[in-house]
């Protein structure tokens, strides 16, 4: 039995963003928009928020718990203050899910306006390398560690239940300064390597966020053996990054991006699955509520996950604000289990509730705290009829 695998129940977990206490939003905004603020006065309320966050996540039957993010602009964003070599360009357009956008461009254009970055409390940009890549964050990695740590004690969670997220490599930027992808994502997977490795040495998990791996399956401009290539790339530096850490401290997410949305133009589990299984991770967690992929679990009549490896299915969206009745969240555990072992599913989310610090975000804070019990609700009826 491996540290993430169920024994007599079905555990809980979620991908980790949640949405941000607007006291904290506003201080984090003077923050990083070069306004005057109280650094103490912020480490307190970030410090606090999180208390709070754990507390909520535990309340509402959340096993696997995390910080919310909070400390966070962004899931990609934040790697700005934590790695040298970038650049923001200020002004220049950040380009996403290009195909989807050209298919429903007046759909997208109020969507972007009013959801994903109309709320945001700074400016999402490109983020461009443009010099030698090399992580500085060891501060801000031991501060986030510590104060989940100090969270999950309060709320008498171990420290093997707690996870903290990380941006993969594919996610840190564009490459303007070294001669090749290879040659960029080998020096990013080293500077990586070091966030990685301080989350595990304090005994929790961490897990790596790569919501671009399946983008790489509709980019526009790009053939069948170009598609493969970058994917190959893409786990090649993860792995290089998660070298030396035990599998069972890793796991994995991915994802498709978007949140509320038409999604015709997503990548299939199947064309993925083969790079996602091959991460040094000892669980996988992607879309599986979004009923553009929830079919896809017949994947895994044919394709079989290594020994001790725990698959973390969203039954839960983040695309909706309707919350999931706990029976259909019971079907879709059982569905997983009756195909990998019931020791091998956990109940998460398909993304998280969050992804960029927002004053706004799609789904209600109010509503996702009903998810989170909804979700516990519908591990427990899988639990009694899995474990009788």
Known sequence: MTLQQNKDRIQTTHIGSLPRPHKLLDIMKKKLSGEPYDDKEFETILHQSVMDAVRKQKDCGID????????????????????????????????????EVEAFPDYYQEYFKQAMLGGAIVPITPVVCVGPVKYRGEKAVQRDIANVKAAARAAGIPDEQVFLPATAP???????????????FHALAIEMGKEYKAITDAGILVQID?????DIFVEP??????????AQIYAEATNAALKGIPRERVRFHTCYGINEGPRLYEATLAQIIEYVLSINAGSFSFEAANPRHEHEYHLFETVKIPDGTVLCPGVITHASNIVEHPELIAERLIRFANLVGRENVMAGGDCGFSSQALYRTEVH???????????????????KKLWH
Not at 64 to 89: C, H, M, N, W
Not at 170 to 184: A, F, L, P, T
Not at 221 to 230: F, P
Request: zero cysteines.
């Open 170 to 184: 594919s996610g840190v930027g564009i490459n303007e300064y070294y001669k090749s992808d290879e040659d960029y």
């Open 64 to 99: 696997i718990v995390t910080d919310g993010e909070f400390s966070k602009p962004g899931f990609f964003t934040y790697i700005q203050e934590r790695l040298d070599g970038y650049e923001a360009r200020k002004g220049q357009k950040l380009i996403l899910f290009q195909k």
């Open 221 to 230: 401009g790009l053939d069948d053996k170009q598609m493969k290539r970058r």
């Open 365 to 383: 804070d109010t509503v996702v705290w009903e998810k989170f019990k909804a979700m516990r609700q519908g591990a427990d009826i899988a639990t």
């Open 210 to 214: 790569d919501p671009f791996l399946p």
